[in-house]
Structures are given as C-alpha cells and as structure tokens.
C-alpha cells in the first residue's frame, strides 16, 4: 500500500499563489508518476498535472498551462505542484494520485482517474476574488 497526504491548501486572493504537497509513504515504487486533480462542488474531478519519477517528464490540463508547475523531490518522495495567478475557477478540493507506471504514455489514461492506483484525502484551496 502507499499512503498520500497532501498539504498547502488555503485561502487565497485572486493573482496569489499557493504550493501543495503530495508526501508519499508506506510501500514505495521505485517507477511511478503522481498526478494532481481537483474537485468544484457539483463538478467531476478532473485532471491537473502530471509527472514521471524522474521528474523530467510533465504534462498539464490546458486551463493550468503556464500558471501551475508539477515536480517531484524523489529523495523525500514528494510531489509539488506550484500554483500561481490563480484565478477563482481554481477554487476546488486537490487531490494527488500515484500510477504505478514508469511513464506518462498513454496520455488519455493519466488524465483519468482510473488512470490511478492511489489516491490522497485531499486538500482545499479557495481563490477569493
């Protein structure tokens, strides 16, 4: 099993920024990627982010795209995903996940949350306008 706790989540004005952690732990893969999602209230979850464990490899959602930056500290095992000028329609509850996968191919199926094995409790962020 492998345990996510994300953290960072918060209240925030409209142009601000916020970091969120993923703290991956229990039995770790040495080959998995981390995603990020998030839920609005009424709204699927969708997909945000996503990195393979070498941190070289990214790939995001187009409404994040140069605003949100994904990485990974694979010495502590923890996924980041960096969120600036963030707007009010990033208001959402953020989930990380983990695929136990050595690579993000195929695209359509990281931007899923099939795609995913693990997934943390979440952590809320609201964008005040």
């Known amino acids: 099993q492998v345990q996510l706790v994300e953290s960072g989540g918060g209240l925030v004005q409209a142009g601000g920024s916020l970091r969120l952690s993923c703290a991956a732990s229990?039995?770790?893969?040495?080959?998995?990627?981390m995603g990020w999602f998030r839920q609005a209230p009424g709204k699927e979850r969708e997909f945000v982010a996503a990195?393979?464990?070498?941190?070289?490899?990214?790939f995001y959602a187009d409404s994040v795209k140069g605003r949100f930056t994904i990485s990974m500290d694979n010495v502590k095992n923890v996924a980041y995903l960096q969120m600036n000028s963030l707007k009010p329609e990033d208001t959402a509850v953020y989930y990380c996940?983990?695929?136990?996968?050595?690579?993000?191919?195929?695209?359509?199926?990281?931007?899923?949350?099939?795609?995913?094995?693990?997934w943390g409790q979440g952590t809320q962020v609201t964008v005040s306008s």
């Open positions: 996940a983990a695929r136990l996968s050595i690579s993000l191919r195929p695209l359509n199926l990281i931007q899923t949350t099939r795609g995913y094995d693990y």
């Open positions: 229990g039995r770790t893969f040495s080959n998995y990627i």
């Open positions: 990195i393979d464990r070498s941190g070289k490899s990214t």
